[in-house]
Nanobody, 124 residues
Framework: QVQLVESGGRLVQAGDSLRLSCAAS????????MGWFRQAPGKEREFVGR???????YYAASVKGRFTISRDNAKNTVYLQMNSLKPEDTAVYYC??????????????????WGQGTQVTVSS
């Protein structure tokens, strides 16, 4: 079992930067791949990016070049650095943990553990 708690979401202006944190507890954190998803009102939860335990990353086209996922295994924490934020980035952001070796990685069902989410609002 892995428990995940996101933090860092708040109201920012377009063009600003923001870093979200996801603190993990429970089973060995470093063995899991970590994903970030987001969900805007009235929309389905969508994939933002993934960080494998070996350090490789993959990002959705909508955030590639602006968002960066990193992890600090000593602190059992994964981060989502978001730069050049846009109003369309407004959503509840979720971190998730799943098997490092997975055929697919961008679907909600590819992850076993989820945090409660943190709200990011980007004003224009």
């Amino acid at each position: 079992q892995v428990q995940l708690v996101e933090s860092g979401g708040r109201l920012v202006q377009a063009g600003d930067s923001l870093r979200l944190s996801c603190a993990a507890s429970g089973r060995t954190f470093s063995n899991y791949a970590m994903g970030w998803f987001r969900q805007a009102p009235g929309k389905e939860r969508e994939f933002v990016g993934r960080l494998w335990s070996g350090g490789s990353t993959y990002y959705a086209a909508s955030v590639k070049g602006r968002f960066t996922i990193s992890r600090d295994n000593a602190k059992n924490t994964v981060y989502l650095q978001m730069n050049s934020l846009k109003p369309e980035d407004t959503a509840v952001y979720y971190c998730a943990a799943g098997p490092n070796f997975s055929v697919s990685y961008s679907r909600v069902r590819d992850y076993d553990y989820w945090g409660q989410g943190t709200q990011v609002t980007v004003s224009s």
